[in-house]
């Protein structure tokens, strides 16, 4: 029978892995399941606040295949606006308009119309069929 537990991952060496559950116990991991999930065994000990589901059997400890109402947020999601950031992108462009005259095309128009003239240049004058 084994009990489902939260622990952090404080150790991997040759045998497998050192993992310290959330109530202070050490237990191993076997070195199959440290092979078997390696990424989330190297994630766990390189970010210390992560702790991750084990199925507990005795003094050995298995990772468990986690279900998503398991997953335990660690930090809050970063913030997608930044005032002061949208602050200074608008500053910039708006530095930016007295580039471009108003009176003739942008400069993207008379890249593109430059372009049709040089290729009109190598167009031939009667079109084979």
């Known amino acids: 029978m084994s009990e489902r537990v939260r622990g952090s991952v404080i150790n991997v060496h040759n045998l497998g892995a050192i993992v310290r559950l959330e109530d202070g116990r ?14 989330a065994y190297t ?14 059997a005795g003094r050995m400890a298995v990772l468990a295949q986690t279900r998503v109402d398991e997953v335990v947020a660690t930090s809050e999601p970063p913030a997608l606006t930044d005032p002061s950031f949208e602050a200074q992108i608008a500053a910039y462009l708006k530095s930016t308009e007295a580039w471009a005259p108003s009176d003739r095309p942008q400069p993207f128009e008379r890249h593109l119309i430059r372009k049709r003239q040089r290729a009109r240049a190598y167009q031939p004058d009667d079109p084979r069929p």
């Open 26 to 39: 050490l237990v191993a991991a076997p070195i199959g399941d440290v092979n078997k999930n390696r990424a």
């Open 43 to 56: 994630r766990a000990l390189e970010h210390k606040d992560v702790t991750l589901p084990f199925d507990l």
